[in-house]
């Protein structure tokens, strides 16, 4: 009998434990800092319609007129942005490679040249590839070494605008 109660609560406990992936979920705040976002004007490298986040890589180039090259994320997946009208097709022509492009983006908490794209727009101030029409960022072009912009940097990107 007590062995048998052994095996049960063994099998139990080993059935949890395989189903703990089922109830994990990540979160794009833990990896990037999608409170403090910024804009920068990049170019396209290379767009993927993916599940569960589209992926892209840019060239930015910094204040100091180094190139930079980014890999990103979208918020959103293909579901939300194929019921905003962005289909694979559209999306992937909207951003074909040497696009020119304004990006709203969190950079990644470790650093880098890593990003979460919130909200693109062309050259027109036309929203693209999603529905985040509302987000809105610190308006420079970057910041140093892939870092999440400061209260200094945000004050004098502000200063400069007036």
């Known amino acids: 009998m007590r062995n048998q109660l052994t095996r ?9 434990l395989a189903c703990a992936p089922v109830w994990a979920h990540h979160g794009s705040a833990i990896s990037y800092d999608t409170q403090r976002l910024w804009t920068t004007w990049a170019t396209v490298t290379e767009f993927n ?9 840019f060239d930015r180039t910094d204040n100091n007129g180094r190139v930079e090259h980014w ?11 194929a ?14 490679p040497g696009t020119k492009v304004k990006l709203y983006i969190g950079t990644s908490r470790v650093g880098g040249f890593s990003g979460i794209v919130m909200k693109i727009e062309n050259e027109k101030g036309e929203n693209l590839v999603g529905e985040r029409a509302n987000v809105t960022a610190v308006d420079m072009d ?9 209260a200094e940097d945000k004050k004098e990107a502000d200063n400069e605008k007036k």
């Open 8 to 16: 049960v609560l063994g099998f139990c406990g080993g059935l949890l």
């Open 49 to 57: 319609y993916l599940n569960p986040h589209p992926s892209m890589t």
């Open 71 to 81: 890999v990103s994320e979208l918020l959103t997946n293909p579901s939300a942005l």
């Open 83 to 96: 019921r905003a009208g962005w289909t694979k097709i559209r999306s992937v022509e909207a951003l074909k």
């Open 142 to 150: 970057g910041v140093p070494g892939g870092l999440q912009p400061s």
